[in-house]
């Protein structure tokens, strides 16, 4: 195999998080990087769940992945293949050798349709839906849009998931249709977690709206098989040993599929050594550089933070990879801190959100002054429906600040200023 490609900087995957480093560090210094992507179209995955709901196209998601490379920088259209950090070069699904000075790992998250037995075929035969995937999303729309009553089952892992909102936000806005619809519906959310939200300021408003809506909630259930056609999701029921199985048919229902890093991660030596699991990238949760190899960076889904994998995230997050691997290009320390800022938009009827902000410490971050963003409101509806979607294709993914993400800085300087002078 040829050693025939090196660049100083590596970008794997031209997502969300990998379009947005890469075009921060082509703004910030003139290097040379590339970023190895195999797809034509870049998504927009936030708003899938209005176009499960019915208030969004589809098409309205995808762009021309070109139309979003950073200037200068050089798109390499594969896909890797293996990553070997000792050797500084990955090798790709065409056979290419890619060596680097420098990488950052951005190839997000696996849907692992065959962990749970049934799964796949109920998502292919569209006996279940999911907006997990670009390719499935309308027919959530069209098993909402159809159902005429019955049991409509909304299902959530235990294991960590992109926007881990995504399934409730989907269930309710399904519920918010049937009763405008005066559809007579049993909704269920059958989870693996304890409660609905892991944080209490939010989960109080969200335990109002499942009250609102009468949705039977069934925590620490966690789905272990799928029978399409008798359409019936049997759960384990984490808290019970000894009635351990529940059998809940449904009439429709909504999966998010468990998730894990992508494979030539998972089996890498970027993931933890010796400990088989998900396989999400080693970093340092402040700086996100890997623990044992300080010229690799990760960010995004696949980066082994202990928080929520979400858009928001790498808005933060992007900043803090450039940054600090400009000063590690420069022999300097990585100084800067990536404080564990997530953002889940959480969808509680078609005109109503309750906007989820926080950070590593579990408290409440809302970032935007002036309003009490602790419920249920239609301003920050029409900010996920319209303000959020713009910034992310003008602003984040072009590799500049979000003005709205620095409002909260902006309120406490205005706010120390104000309390020096009194
Ligand atoms: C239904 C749904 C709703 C959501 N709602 C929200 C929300 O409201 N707010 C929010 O902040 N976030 C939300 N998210 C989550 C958000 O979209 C993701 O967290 C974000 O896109 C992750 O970015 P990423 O770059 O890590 O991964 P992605 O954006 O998925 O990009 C990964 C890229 O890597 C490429 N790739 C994969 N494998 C390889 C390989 N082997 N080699 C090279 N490239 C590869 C892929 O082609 C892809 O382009 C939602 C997600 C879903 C599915």
Redesign the pocket.
Known sequence: MADNNHHRIVV???????LAVAARLRRAVDCDLAI????ET?FY??L??LVGAGAVRKEATARREADYIAPGAKWIKD??AEVSPHRNHIVTGSGARVSYDFLIV???LELNWDVIPGLREAVQTGVVST??SYNHTERTWEIIRSFRGGTALFHMPGTPI??PG?PQKIMYLAADYFRRNRISANVVYGSATASIYGVKEYAAVLDKVIARYGIDARFKHDLVELRPQKKEAVFAKLDDPVQNRVTIPFDLMHVAPPQTA?E?IRTSELAPIGRPGLGWVEVDQYTLQHRRFPNVFAL???AGTPNA????A?MKQAPVVAANLIEVMNGREPLAQYNGYV???ITTAYGRLLLCEFDYTGQPTPTIPWINTIGERYDTWLL?RYGLPWLYWNVMIRGRDVPFLGARAIREAALAAATSRS
């Open positions: 794997i995957g031209g997502g969300t998080a990998g190895i992507e195999p797809s870049h995955q936030p899938w769940t896909r890797v951005a190839p997000g907006n997990y992109k926007c995504a992508p030539f995004g889904d696949v994998k979400t858009g928001a790498i953002a889940c938009p996920k």
